[in-house]
């Protein structure tokens, strides 16, 4: 599995940005997908979860409410809609194909450890 992801920028505190994670290979359908970001200095974080069916989600508590993560199975692109954009929000994005469902409590596939395939990532940027 290949992915790609793609849609960051420079953005202004407030705004909106929507990122795509194109996956290649077969059995796209099969898979948990997950979005994860790294900021300057800092290690890389859970941002998003989906399940195959998009039916089983979660979120970080700093994005919950702001971010939205959707897939087009038939497309086979991952989606993370993210509104109200803060100057925290600022790192790098990257979208991961997961090994399977790991659940920690409610929270669905929330560790890098849980997926087998990183994308090469996509810069978000937001000013204040």
């Known amino acids: 599995v290949q992915l790609q992801a793609s849609g960051g920028g420079l953005v202004q505190a407030g705004d909106s940005l929507r990122l795509s994670c194109v996956v290649s290979?077969?059995?796209?359908?099969?898979?948990?997908m997950g979005w994860f970001r790294q900021a300057p200095g800092k290690g890389r974080e859970f941002v998003a979860s989906?399940?195959?069916?998009?039916?089983?989600?979660s979120y970080a508590e700093s994005v919950k409410g702001r971010f939205t993560m959707s897939r087009d199975n038939d497309k086979k692109i991952v989606y993370l809609q993210m509104n109200s954009l803060t100057p925290e929000d600022t790192a790098v994005y990257y979208c991961?194909?997961?090994?399977?469902?790991?659940?920690?409590?409610?929270?669905?596939?929330?560790?890098?450890?849980?997926?087998?395939?990183w994308g090469q990532g996509t810069q978000v940027t937001v000013s204040s």
């Open positions: 991961a194909s997961a090994r399977g469902s790991y659940y920690r409590g409610s929270r669905y596939n929330t560790e890098e450890i849980d997926y087998f395939s």
């Open positions: 290979g077969s059995s796209f359908g099969n898979y948990a």
């Open positions: 989906a399940s195959w069916s998009g039916e089983i989600t």
